[in-house]
């Protein structure tokens, strides 16, 4: 996620930035990258090798959503470290739709009309059981590829065969779930302390991604719908103690 990327100066931050989390609301989520079977590509790698001409689905391509958009950096940078970029794509005679969201219904449409075969992004509960009920299979992001992406911060992830029906197994991808806050290291701890007790005060009112009452104790959790990378404020982690919040 961006705030790990921020924290270790990697991506598009030239210098670590002292961020500290207060707390990970849940939202699972993880990076897709699925092609329709008709292809016959079962790699990223093999786009590059064979100059495939997709016809992919994802967010928007402009150059300042390639560089502002936490979404379409991680799915450049992926598409990096397999060796092409959507202008190889657009080279290669392939074609684009961008999307200005994930559950967008012309993406729903160009996946059942067959336009597309090929759909790069996050927010693959909206969107990965169409594609697989049309023939899509999602590529792996492993080996090489896998560890550039670690190495920029990011978790490593499936595409669990347990959300969707009609997948053989899981797919090895990198992790896109939780929505963090975050405030300088400099911010001081009693005005983190009452951040934190507002959070509470104020969780009945909170909705979720998850569609869940709102549990304090997962803000703090570092758990699948709430990974967190980047260290707690001190006034958040004297928060969550003397509360009983568990970590």
Known sequence: MAVTLAFKGTGPFSKPVPLRTVAVFPSYDVMGFA??????????????????????????TTKRALMDSTTMFTVAAVMKAAGFTFADI??????IQSVPRPSHADRRAAIENGTVN???DEGI??????????GFRFLPVDGAIR???IDLGYRPSVVPKSRFQGMPEDVSTVDFSGWPMVVLAEMPDDVVYALCEAIEARKDLMPTDNYKPLDVAQLCANGEETPCDVPLHAGAERFYRERGYPR
């Open 125 to 134: 509960k909206s969107w990965g059981q169409t594609a697989v009920n049309h």
């Open 90 to 95: 657009r080279k290669w005679e392939g074609r």
């Open 35 to 60: 092609v329709h079977e008709s292809t016959e590509i079962t790699s990223l790698a093999q786009i590059k090798q064979e100059r495939v001409s997709l016809r992919l689905s994802t967010g928007p």
């Open 147 to 149: 560890k550039r992406m």
């Open 118 to 120: 090929a759909i790069f």
